[in-house]
């Protein structure tokens, strides 16, 4: 999924693929807040659209140009939009004794993947599909591998790695995020 596959015009192709990421950062901030879904949820969502789009490629590597276009700009939004909440949900999962250790090593296995990833397109010259199937099937792993972490949203972050194993509800369930003095109150009493 490189931008020359998106379009025939390189400069096009890097302004749509970089434009794309504005909607997945605004698309994220909204439905992570919301009940619903939670940071889980919307990693979840868009993993799977990201897992959607890849198999449109995978199936149709050599399809045209629009339909090049339509699925490698949803998935490229879509993985934009995942990796912008990867950074608050890992947050929230680890306890505070370790979650710089936690952060940076999760951070690091994304850089290792990200210098990897150029090479993927490689696969290429063996069969059109490759690269995209490559994609395809880490979506997948991670979609799956979501349903193993904890629920974050309206739970109190952990402090240490006893509390991360028994997650605790907020008690501050009903109280509005911008309501402080009601939060204050509950904290003095």
């Not at 490229?76 to 370790?98: D, Q, R």
């Not at 994609?135 to 979501?146: N, Y």
Request: proline share 4%; with cysteine; aromatic share 10%.
């Amino acid at each position: 999924m490189s931008v020359s596959d998106l379009t025939d015009s390189i400069y096009l192709g890097i302004l749509l693929s970089a434009a794309v990421e504005i909607p997945g950062g605004l698309i994220c901030i909204y439905f992570m807040g919301t009940r619903r879904l939670g940071r889980k949820g919307t990693i979840l969502g868009t993993f799977i659209i990201c897992f959607v789009a890849c198999i449109a490629m995978t199936v149709q590597p050599d399809g045209s140009a629009s339909w090049n276009l339509w699925f490698g700009l949803t998935a490229k939004l879509a993985i934009a939009a995942a990796f912008n909440i990867l950074y608050v949900y890992s947050v929230e999962i680890f306890p505070t004794s370790m979650r710089t250790v936690a952060l940076g090593a999760a951070s690091t296995l994304g850089r290792v993947g990200a210098i990897i990833a150029p090479f993927v397109i490689l696969l290429s010259s063996l069969q059109s599909y490759a690269p995209y199937l490559v994609f395809t099937v880490t979506c997948c792993v991670s979609c799956l591998s979501i349903f193993v972490l904890p629920r974050t949203f309206g739970y109190v972050v952990p402090q240490n790695i006893e509390e991360c194993l028994n997650r605790q509800k907020d008690d501050h369930e009903n109280v509005d995020g911008n309501d402080r003095s009601a939060l204050l109150e509950n904290i003095d009493a």
